[in-house]
């Protein structure tokens, strides 16, 4: 396999997965400071999808860490097989979570006569961007663990 940024075991791939985490864990302590955000769905999902990326990327930083440590890059074609799969399981749940809670965020606070909660709104409004960038860093990984997986 040949080596890309953002091979597992490289600081480029423990660079990615640690804002995986943060952005994850702001989305969610952005949503759960909010009193009504289990009255929606959608902002439920979003905190599951979210939850299950902290778990999936700190995983896999995890593993990072030890393979720098062990100054290896990991190109073992099971394992990146593996990531590849919960790179884009995960990419395609928080996708669905953001775009969701987006579109409900855009529905009930703008579209049908404005926001009455105030402070919520942006929090609302914070967690769904944090969604998106947790996205866009998920999917950066996901397509270089594909990539890696083709050119192996």
């Given amino acids: 396999m040949k080596d890309f940024a953002g091979t597992p075991g490289t600081v480029t791939a423990l660079i990615l997965r640690m804002l995986q985490c943060f952005f994850a864990a702001g989305a969610i302590a952005s949503m759960a400071t909010t009193s009504t955000f289990y009255e929606f769905t959608a902002f439920c999902f979003l905190i599951a ?6 778990l ?7 593993l990072d860490i030890y ?7 990991i190109h073992n074609a099971g394992l990146v097989s593996l990531f590849v799969v919960g790179d884009w399981v995960t990419a395609t749940l928080s996708l669905a979570a953001a775009a ?8 009930y606070f703008s579209d049908l006569g404005g926001c009455g909660f105030g402070e919520e709104c942006q ?5 769904v961007g944090l969604a998106f960038l947790t996205w866009l860093t998920i999917g950066i990984s996901s397509v ?3 990539w890696i997986l083709a050119a192996g």
């Fill in 123 to 127: 929090k609302y409004q914070m967690a």
């Fill in 144 to 146: 270089i663990m594909f």
């Fill in 67 to 73: 393979a720098l440590a062990k100054k290896k890059v």
């Fill in 49 to 54: 999808a979210m939850g299950l990326q902290i």
């Fill in 56 to 62: 999936w990327s700190f995983a896999l930083a995890t």
């Fill in 100 to 107: 969701s809670s987006a579109g409900i965020t855009v529905l």
